[in-house]
C-alpha cells in the first residue's frame, strides 16, 4: 500500500511563513506529478501548485510570488515553502501524487494538513 504523509502545518500570523512536506511510502516504481491542494470551509478543493517528476511547476494565480514547490525524488518527498502568508490562505493542505505500480498510474492523497493565518 501506498500512503502519503503530510506535516508542517500550524497556526502562523499574517506575513509569516510554513513549510509543508509530504513524503509517499509503500511499494512505488515511479512517482509523476507531486502537488498540493487546499480547501477552504464551505470552498471548493483548488490547486495550489504542482511539480512534474522532471521539475517543471505550476502554481495558482493567487500564490504566485509566495510560495515555492520542490521534491527530492530519492526521499519521494515534496515541500511547499509558503511565505507572505495571509488569512486567505487559511485552509485544510491536502498532497497529491500520481504513483505509477505494476504498469498502471494510481492517484493517491494524503490526509491533510490544517494551515491558520490569523491577522
Known amino acids: 500500500q501506498v500512503q502519503l504523509v503530510e506535516s508542517g502545518g500550524g497556526l502562523v500570523q499574517t506575513g509569516g511563513s510554513l513549510r509543508l512536506s509530504c513524503a509517499a511510502s509503500?511499494?512505488?516504481?515511479?512517482?509523476?506529478?507531486m502537488g498540493w491542494y487546499r480547501q477552504a470551509p464551505g470552498k471548493q478543493r483548488e490547486l495550489v501548485a504542482a511539480i512534474t517528476s522532471g521539475g517543471s511547476t505550476n502554481f495558482a494565480d493567487s500564490v504566485k510570488g509566495r510560495f515555492t514547490i520542490s521534491r527530492d525524488n530519492a526521499k519521494n518527498t515534496v515541500y511547499l515553502q509558503m511565505n507572505s502568508l495571509q488569512p486567505e490562505d487559511t485552509a485544510a493542505y491536502y498532497c497529491?501524487?500520481?504513483?505509477?505500480?505494476?504498469?498502471?498510474?494510481?492517484?493517491?492523497w494524503g490526509q491533510g494538513t490544517q494551515v491558520t493565518v490569523s491577522s
Open positions: 497529491n501524487a500520481g504513483i505509477r505500480i505494476m504498469g498502471r498510474e494510481y492517484e493517491y
Open positions: 509503500g511499494t512505488i516504481f515511479r512517482i509523476n506529478t
